[in-house]
């Protein structure tokens, strides 16, 4: 092992002593060969003899290239002749490349024209590497070819990868099938196709100053993998990287901040208005049990507290401390929290990187590191925690309790979380507003709401991500745990920069996060209200136990339109097996349908959809259940709804727990319905046929990606 | 043009006189070459040395394929021999398939051997033909090769097809930008392609016995488009196609079957429960004006009107009647409808095809086309028509008086739709459930609605188009003058048949509805909701007049999520002069952002949403606004609300008429503000980022199709 990292280590320093951002063919031919990474035969002429013997030894056709640390674009310099068939050939083509490449770049150094093995046939494929700047080293795979390059079809994951994620690329582009033969095609080896992968995510993680590498086209058939073309781009000044304390120091601090014993308001007012007012009357009215000092210049007494000058007047701990002041005067307040050995201060306060004031911002930002305070904000709303009756914010006092988390990189996506939450009552455990993210950011956030054991979700709302990869490593561990649901905004911007390499090109920076949050078993949201919507229901529903998913429904037009919010969510619709249909069929009129969906038809009492539902229930082939009802007066909606929350309890009483989702089409009344059954554990919609089964569907997919399906 | 078609007849009259359903590779050619469509040189040998002539007169390198009625498959057969390079090679490759095709099948009739010119170089295209149940012709278009057969990626127009449709296909495919030359590709010569598109639409369409057709490949390239293969499978027996009545008499018959001057009630009731009761308690207590007949076998009167045994009895004249009978009686009293020359029947009562009565409801359609009745359902619960204060339905009545028509063939799916009316306050002209659509069906309405001053727009929820080109052709043309939203369920289902052509197994059944739906100029919902809010959203926004999009926002992150939704929703953001950027400066804070989304910051006070939506409005160069509002204690919801209609009216009155949607991300408060400017002309969503400029989006695509933009 020791050998192949010394063998490229050997290669790089050469190249960083000849001052130069690429390798030489020859020299990415090395580090292949280093890594066990399989290139065609090939070797090194530096005269039209050698070319023509060396052809002869490697055999015909042969590829043959300039070989010149001054000519990066061969093809363009007319430094490339394919197909060569024989030697006399291979000589005159030495001689014309020759030639080519003076005339393209006169004083360039040309070590030798490389001839190489030519490899045709199989499907050609592209591995890659870049270095994103959130992200880090990330591998690449896509097909070779120019359409592919038009239709934008390439996967990533986080290097290094492991054999079975390096084997989810090559499923993961929209043309997989090309891989196992299409009309005759040959079926590609796949555990060779991704061998390379796994090893040239290994290369770029070991080597962080190879900053771009292409293999392209790599050869793929079902004999193996062949690199015919090798491209490695090294920068030897890498950025640095983000600070990040260790996990265990995030959890201590995060515990004292999120559930302090002591809360100082730094700039608390008794002035109606005031920003420190308010955050002062949530605190109170909020009902946090905690100790409370308002900080103020000049009061003795602020809302019935003593008041102190300084946080350094305070006699007892303070765990955290919220800033209510103007942005000029945080750095001092900051450095008195961190003299007072505070944990964490809630910012507040706007006029930093997003006015323009990227040199406050760093101060800040040095004051926390040297006295070790974690930094919220600048620039939130601040945050709730309600297991604690916490509401540090200047916004309204939020009480609802329950276990989702929620957190948002804006203000105004805050401002809309606690009103859809306080509308939909749903229960949340905190709230927390990221701003500038000078400091505190969602992996700070996952690893405290990790061991929260008041929370059971955790649903974000981000721009960006400051540290890519310290997301994805903790969320790939979290999301086993609980799932985590992220609305990345910013998704259709120009995010993809010019890049000089193949793989840096087709990089959408957009796929990246989609693959990214796939690989973490992070649930997408498309949008706000989908965030808000997953955080209310994939808590209240229980984990499937399969993928067998069943349509029950009243409405035949519901069923179909149902069917299809499953496809379009990755849900499966169970085959309905003999017996099993025969046994709804029982329960329904003979012009019903059964099999999936089973329409029980429009005109049916209560008890049809009782003892249909009752079934689905109970037989254990039957994993998840699916609810359309059609408002009738013999079914009237009300009925409906107390009809399904009985069955569900009697149901589990009897050890049979099953997620089931709810569609209501009616009149007005079912909007009732739809409320009951929600806050009775089934997630309902009126008028909507999409809703339930997207819940359903984001329920599915974090059971999967924690391993539990 | 009469030259052309004779030549085709002549031959097809050949083909079904041998009683084949495909055309010979030679019969392909004529007919190719009677319409102008170019094929490679070619010609048949009958032994090896004219292969080898015949091949020379070509020019090298020639493809030689097996000429044979009983070989459909003749690569499979070993019948095809490319890259043919001289003479001599060319007789040896006559022996060599001909010995394939006798192994292949002993007994088949050989004709010959084609030797055709070998066409290489350019992109391989396919365009082709197919016949569907409900669209009839189809003319297809997609790359050639394999991996655009994995991707799926073709599409279709119905043909006959013009030029600027034609052109619209070779844009219409995800990887199009192909067809500009990629990487040093060659640009190819489209007019040439579009022409081989036309003409093969007009074929299919001159010849509807054509049932498929492939010219796989097609090399097209800078000098034009040359089909190297052509397949042509015929079927002279086609299917009739449905009933459809001369458009003025629909126009007739719908008039007074939705603006009845007297309604027939048969099956009244005077008994509560009945369908026959409800029916008569929404006609009188919708506020119907027109005459009422209740017919019932024995009772004098029902709810205080007269009532007959049967509608022959009654004197005056009956425009429509509503059936609230049960299934076996409808044919009776159908017949006595008829001989009162009674426009159309409403016919609620379910049991007919949706329950295996296949044979009831051929019965009822044969006294339906006999009478010249039309027919509504069966298995419905009836329509509304509210400006005649018309309830001819069983539901709860609707009274919300508006501009959106919209129908569903499902009664569920009709009654989520009035429950989402009611609730969103949403004015309706008409809601009509279309059932089985044993006669009336979505065109028939589009055709009334179109000239129904009441109705601007139409939402219709559909499973199926039992006439699918009727419908398209309708469409069309209504779409020009009122947008037509369409919820297709069944999108989903595994609804592409297998077909014996390469064009046909493409064909994905969806994918025709969404080529043709564009075509159509009609707007395609993706879900209930979405439709629902469409149907209501549209018609309150005025017709934007240009594509520029401008985001003004509170909330930042509100900005870019909203610029997210115009990309997905095919919004244009304009790009801001700078002297509309430094005006917009003037009214925000120095640290807000101009550009585009104007983040004009979350402090600011009304003013600032109301300076800068003004300039917005009365700035030429903005066609449209999306605003984001963050709620904040500076300019609390309501505040801001009632300030943007004030700004709206005012500016309105000025002659500035821009479409304006809202996003609103704050507490409760917002879902009032929001509901208050929807009434007020500005649609707004509380907790969404996405409906508004969905709603918005919508908007433009009608203009855009109705040739407003």
Chains 1, 2 share one sequence.
Not at 186 to 201: F, G, M, R, T
Not at 507 to 516: F, R, S, W
Request: with cysteine; glycine share 10%.
């Amino acid at each position: 092992m020791a050998g192949k990292k010394d063998a490229v280590r050997k290669i790089l320093d050469a190249v960083k002593a000849d001052k130069r951002t690429s390798l030489t063919a020859p020299e990415g031919k090395l580090v292949c060969d280093a890594y066990g990474i399989p290139v065609p035969k090939e070797g090194l002429a530096t005269s039209a003899a050698e070319a023509g013997k060396l052809a002869a030894r490697i055999g015909f056709p042969v590829v043959m290239k300039i070989v010149s640390p001054d000519i990066l674009h061969k093809t363009e310099a007319g430094g490339v002749i394919v197909g060569v068939a024989d030697a006399k050939a291979a000589q005159k083509a030495y001689a014309t490349i020759l030639a080519n490449a003076r005339k393209y770049k006169a004083k360039a150094r040309i070590e030798g024209i490389q001839i190489q093995q030519m490899i045709t046939g199989g499907t050609e494929v592209i591995v890659g590497a870049i270095t994103d700047g959130s992200f880090g080293k990330l591998v690449a795979f896509g097909l070779g070819g120019v359409l592919v390059e038009v239709l934008k079809d390439v996967t990533f994951r986080l290097a290094p990868t492991t054999k079975t994620e390096a084997r989810s690329m090559l499923e993961g582009i929209k043309a997989a099938e090309m891989l196992n033969g299409v009309r005759g095609g040959e079926k590609v080896n796949k555990a060779a196709l991704a061998d390379v992968i796994v090893k040239i995510s290994q290369l770029v993680a070991d080597f962080p100053e190879i900053s771009e590498l292409d293999l392209n086209p790599i050869f793929a058939s079902k004999a193996g993998a062949i690199a015919a073309d090798v491209r490695i781009v090294v920068d030897f000044a890498p950025a640095a990287p983000r600070f990040r304390p260790k996990e265990a120091d995030i959890v201590k601090s995060m515990n004292r901040i999120m559930r302090p014993d002591a809360v100082a308001v730094i700039g608390a007012s008794a002035e109606a208005g005031k920003i420190g007012n308010s955050v002062m009357k949530n605190l109170i009215n909020g009902g946090y049990k905690g100790k409370i000092y308002p900080i103020h210049p000049k009061a003795d007494e602020i809302l019935g507290y003593k008041a102190y000058k300084s946080v350094k007047d305070v006699e007892g701990d303070i765990d955290v401390a919220v800033f209510a002041i103007p942005a000029p005067f945080v750095a001092g307040a900051l450095t008195e929290c961190g003299e007072k050995k505070i944990s964490g201060a809630v910012l507040i306060p706007s006029g930093f990187a997003e006015t323009g004031n990227v040199e406050g911002q760093a101060e800040i930002q040095a004051i926390g590191r040297k006295y070790n305070i974690r930094l919220m904000g600048p620039n939130i709303y601040g945050f709730y925690y309600t297991p604690k009756n916490l509401c540090a914010t200047f916004c309204t006092a939020y009480d609802v309790k329950g276990h989702a988390a929620l957190s948002s990189q804006s203000g105004g996506i805050g401002m809309a979380i606690i009103g859809f939450s306080r509308s939909a009552k749903m229960g949340v455990s905190a709230i927390v507003g990221l701003g500038n993210k000078s400091d505190i950011d969602e992996d700070d956030l996952l690893c405290f709401f990790e061991q929260d054991d008041n929370t059971h979700i955790i649903a974000q709302h981000c721009e960006d991500l400051k540290d890519g990869r310290a997301f994805a490593e903790v969320a790939k561990r979290v999301s086993k745990k609980k799932p985590i649901v992220v609305l990345k905004a910013g998704r259709t911007s120009a995010g993809a920069k010019a890049a000089s390499s193949h793989t840096g090109a087709l990089a959408g920076n957009d796929k990246i996060y989609e693959d990214v949050f796939n690989q973490s078993g992070v649930i997408r949201a498309r949008s706000l209200r989908q965030m808000l919507e997953f955080a209310r229901g994939v808590p209240v529903l229980p984990t499937p136990a399969g993928e067998n998913v069943l349509i029950i429904t009243g409405a035949g037009g519901s069923g179909v339109l149902l069917s299809d919010a499953c496809v379009d969510n990755g849900l499966k619709l169970m085959s309905m097996p003999a017996d099993l249909d025969a046994a709804f069929r029982k329960f329904i009129p003979p012009f019903g349908a059964a099999g999936n969906p089973v329409d029980i038809t429009g005109g049916e009492p209560p008890i049809t959809y009782v003892n249909t539902v009752k079934l689905g229930l109970t037989d254990e082939r039957i994993h998840a259940l699916i609810l359309g009802y059609w408002h009738t007066i013999v079914t009237p909606p009300m009925v409906f709804a107390r009809n399904m929350v009985e069955v569900k309890k009697e149901m589990e009483a009897k050890g049979f727990v099953k997620p089931m989702v709810a569609s209501l089409a009616g009149d007005v009344e079912v909007e009732e319905a739809a409320e009951y059954l929600y806050q009775n554990g089934i997630p309902a919609y009126a008028y909507s046929t999409e809703f339930p089964v997207e819940v359903l569907g984001a329920k599915y997919k974090w059971a999967r990606g924690a391993g539990l399906l």
